[in-house]
């Protein structure tokens, strides 16, 4: 077979920028790593082009708003990654958008520029004409691509960080540098999120090692504890530097050890505890390489799930008698976050739950009481979430890191998501969205699962089901044992839901099971 070339539609999801919304930058939603798999099967003659490629926002947004200036420079980084690995074109989606609505794709929003049209100009213009690119990738979180223009060199750098970098880096004398909507600037020995283009006539090789051997005020290790257990943990390290690197570990609870970190990646270490963990109580552990110490720590906290014994898919809560029901009935509980000041949701009549969980040696069990004042059921499989409906989901392992040391997002290995609702037929439907790998054949709608929905009047509705545990393997009821869970509830007042009110984020505006709450076998 032989392939001429591709032309994917390469989005990056989520991505809707604005209050509440947690969109995920290009580096964390892995589209060098699409462009790198698409340039492997075109080979390198073959044509990599980005057909359909853009971002929502927040259409109320103020043209300078901070959200929207953060949205232009990661365009911007796309469109440099993409011309840096041999990409054709990019077609943005969408040019203009002045239709109605609460998000748009637009560059343009009622005839106004927004500032992502500034910076895709700016790289278009000042990579004209640019070809032969070099990749430098001097630690992990920074990025330097080196082109070549006549008998000029041209650069940009930036690194993916939240806050700006200090760098060793010395340009060249005859450096001009621009910023992120082509303006001339100074280079003042730091680097950011926005990024900057250098034109010099240095040598496309020299300036690539002045880049790659400069010093770059970036801790070199970052990393977030998992608690497994109460007596065991597992240290999620990434390793920034370029190189590999030997560490040690040590910490009041931990015996000190010599782990090996690779270069680039994340290194999973299980640690043994000398004593449990409390509830309250927060651990640390330290990472000592090339002389320097890093501290990672947790505050330890989880919800109890008890065994339940008898439990029916009643009206009444048959089996419950003992389960303290968690309340969502305030503020605090919506997402996105300006819920209650937009006029959104209205108070514990408008929407509020009673969540009861529990577990026996065959299921899992989940009780939803829902209170709300108008009710939406519209849809069926795919589309069940976008209607008046519960949606969750689980971390089985409890082994998601947070967006801090990689992308965010279910893996294949042990995350879940489920869908439950009345569904447009008037039938109770559990819908799976996401599975392990190894449980594919039980995505898409779920019947024979046991399952009711109650009318209880006074605008209530209790929400039943029993899962069994291979519906949420490698989960299973081991005592000690902790894993993720978050719930939320769509709210559809007339249009689609709007808003939705939760155990925590994580479901809804990125999918996130690092921040899904954590449960603990009784």
Known sequence: DVIDGIGPDAHVTPCTYGSGYRPVSEEKGFFREMLLEGRKMVGPDGI????????????????????LMRLAAVMQRGVVMAKGHGCLRWVPHYAVANQPGLTD???????????MIGSYAAAARLLAHAAAPLEVLPMSGIYCYLFERGEQTVAVLWTSEEKPLQTTLQLPDDSRVYNLFGSRCQFNGSISEFPLFIET???????????????????????ELLVQRPDLVQLAVLNKA?????????????????????????????????????????????ATADGQTYSFSADVSWTILKRVTGV???????????VEPILLDSASNLLPYDALANGLWTGVDDLSLKVYLGYDDEFFHLAVEVR???????????????????QFGF???????????ASTGYDDDNDWEYAFAVNKNGKPELYCYTSPQHSSELRGSR??????????????????????????????????????FNLIFFDDDGGGPLYEMGLSSGISGGKNPSAFRKFMFE
């Open 201 to 223: 006539g240095m040598a496309k090789a020299s300036l690539a090692e002045r880049v790659a051997t400069a010093k770059y005020s970036l801790s070199v290790l970052a990393g």
């Open 372 to 390: 709300d004042d108008y009710r939406r059921f519209r849809q069926i499989g795919n589309n069940l979430w976008n209607q008046d409906a519960l």
């Open 312 to 322: 029916k898919t009643d009206a009444v809560l048959t089996g419950f008698e003992a």
């Open 242 to 286: 370029g190189t590999e690197l030997m560490a040690r570990l040590s910490g009041d609870k931990i015996q000190a050890r010599e782990v090996h970190l690779e270069a680039g990646k994340i290194s999973r270490i299980e640690l043994q505890l000398n004593t449990p963990l409390q509830p309250g109580e927060q651990l640390r552990v330290d």
């Open 105 to 115: 794709y637009g560059m343009w929003r009622l005839g106004n520029p927004r500032p």
């Open 48 to 67: 990599l082009s980005i057909e359909e490629k853009g971002y929502v926002c927040v259409s109320s947004l103020p043209m300078d708003d901070p959200a």
């Open 447 to 484: 019947s024979e699962y046991p399952m009711q929905i109650h009318d209880l009047g006074d605008n209530r509705m209790l929400y039943r089901l029993a899962l069994p545990w291979k519906a949420l393997a490698p989960l299973r009821p081991e005592k000690g044992r902790v894993f993720g």
């Open 395 to 405: 971390d089985a392992n409890n082994d998601a890191v947070s967006g801090k040391l």
